[in-house]
């Protein structure tokens, strides 16, 4: 029993967020945050497959959240609602709750497609070309999106907010809070798993020394694409709750500014370490919500004190300068991120008589 | 056993091996010896069909196992499906894991079965790894970590072990140590090719020999023979 505490402890509180949305007890604000919170918790942990365990640099995971999103969005919308681009839904708006995962699924599935076709082409080199290969995956992804008119290209896409309308009306339950926090459990577990089997160990070998993997028998290109594949499934499922949430995707929401979000993220909390990586994406979601309000006090701050020029007001674009900045001193001061690549049950041994993940 | 005929490998376009033909059969020790640039871990390295542009390209001959050519294998196949390995120059062990972990990666083609028993097995064979087991591989001295390499090579259940300058950067003692090791594995039916620069050791314990010079072989013979050779002896072996 013992040795469940702390996953029963994170379902309870999983379950008290849950009923506290419910019973209206949380600012409609305070829910979207804790919303995006797990989105970037996803896309993160994903992230940090290639990036931390594979030690390869994806530069252009935000093309897969694009993927997923767009892909989520186009199948909510064909499945449960009455739209000019698919005509009547597929299935009674009635199911939606139920067929959701479907949504899910299907995004992901679409943004691990799209990984595999970038990862085949390109695996055969590493380090700097690969990051640049990403990053131009990024940038064609946006594009292709951007040029098709029937998903409303630059425009962005809207109607998936009937899909979550439909579960609404269904059950008046904060479904998207519940996809989230149910999709950051999914993909904790896969990456753990992942990480703790075989394949896992062929995935450590491959970071460590691409030569010695081989000799040791280890399949090293089809090591590379698999975790290559997973990374960019999550990804979009990332993208596909993303997507539900706002009710409305815009493919330069998904550009490289996203992508180094991911890599902010990732290298925040510790390249290989999960716990690590869960801990800076929800430190870095605050971080960029409580600029938002102390941005203003800031600018007023320096005015009072006469340290800026009267016409002069700080917008939240510095946001993208402390940010960066940020990350600078922490790369100076502590360059293994928060816990490096231990996770936080080997930080506090003591933990591991708590907790269980098999 | 292993059949390797008129083999040309090049670096891109620099030929590195001009048509190299030898042979190894069941239990034997073969080495390559030879001066620096020789081809002699070229030749290792395209046994293993280790990829560029690390590895050479095969540009022309055959190498065949039983008669098979294996010129179409990836380096895994051929740990796999071959079960020969290579423990490679310089070593390559995977210096953030600990000395276990090295080992249990190492069976990774033999997915999920128990490895206890054969870690075991390289514990007894080489007791300093056992010492080390929960230390750091990379905090290792230069002899426990070609152990280490060995070791490793060996938990793949290879039935061909290559070896890539065992001796390289070891003590005397050390070096008579491992290659009494070698000798050991050999007994039990581990049939073996090494490369070394340490001519004379290499051919005290090889059976066989072949002598390498700019991607040609230019001798070959029972290594007894080639000990007494005279323009051996003077070329290789320091008169």
Known sequence: MRRYAINILLCAAALALVGLAQADMLDK????????????????????????????????HGGFMCVGAYVGSLLSVAFFTDSKLFGA???????APFLFPLVLLGASLAAALAGLLVALPSFHTRDDYLAIITIAANYIIISIVENIDAIGGPRGFSGMKKAVNAMSDFADCPWMLIWTLIGVAVCVMTVYRLMTSTYGKGVSAVCQNEVAAEIMGVDTNRVKIMAFMVSSGLGGLAGALYAHVYGYVNAQSFNLLKSTEGLVMVYLGGMGSISGVLMAAVAFTLLVEALRFVIPWLNDGLHALSLLPAGYELSQIWKWVIIPLTLILLMQFRPEGFLGNRELTQVFPRLKRWITLK | MLRVSNLKAAYGKIEALHGISFHVDKGEIVTLI???GAGKSTALKALMRLPPPESPVVTGGDIAFDGVSILDMPAHRVVSDIRMTLAPEGRRIFGNLTVMENLQLASWSRKGENTDKEIRRIFDLFPRLAERARQRSDTLSGGEQQMLAVGRALMTECSVLLLDEPSMGLAPLIMYDMFRTLKKLNAEGLTIIVVEQNARLALQVADRGYVLDTGEIVAEGLAEELLHKPEIKAAYLGG
């Open chain 1, 89 to 95: 839904p597929l299935f009674a708006p009635e199911l």
């Open chain 2, 34 to 36: 030879g001066a620096n």
């Open chain 1, 29 to 60: 604000y305070v829910l979207t945050v804790i919303t995006f919170m797990g989105i970037n918790c996803i896309f993160a942990v994903s992230l940090n497959l290639v990036n931390g365990y594979m030690g390869e640099f994806s530069c252009g």
